[in-house]
């Protein structure tokens, strides 16, 4: 009985690893994408620097977390 927790403790910690660096992941293609698209949409705030990047990674990280606030809402 007990082996069965060591297995489902290892099981949950590797499981945990692997959800956070997939979450990383996610985040930076995320961060590329509004990048990207605010270096189209705004050409000239984006040469001239008036576009920072604390905003961009805000931008990311909203869109980020809606997306996983989503999915865990579907599947409920």
């Not at 910690?13 to 990207?36: D, E, N, P, Q």
Request: no cysteine; aromatic share 14%; glycine share 8%.
């Amino acid at each position: 009985m007990r082996m069965i927790g060591l297995n489902a403790m290892f099981v949950t910690i590797l499981a945990s690893f692997f959800l956070i660096i997939m979450g990383l992941l996610y985040f930076m293609f995320t961060l590329w994408i509004v990048k990207v698209g605010a270096s189209f949409i705004l050409p000239e705030m984006w040469k001239s620097g008036d576009i920072h990047g604390s905003y961009v990674v805000l931008a990311a990280a909203l869109v980020s977390a809606g997306s996983m606030i989503a999915s865990a809402l579907q599947r409920a």
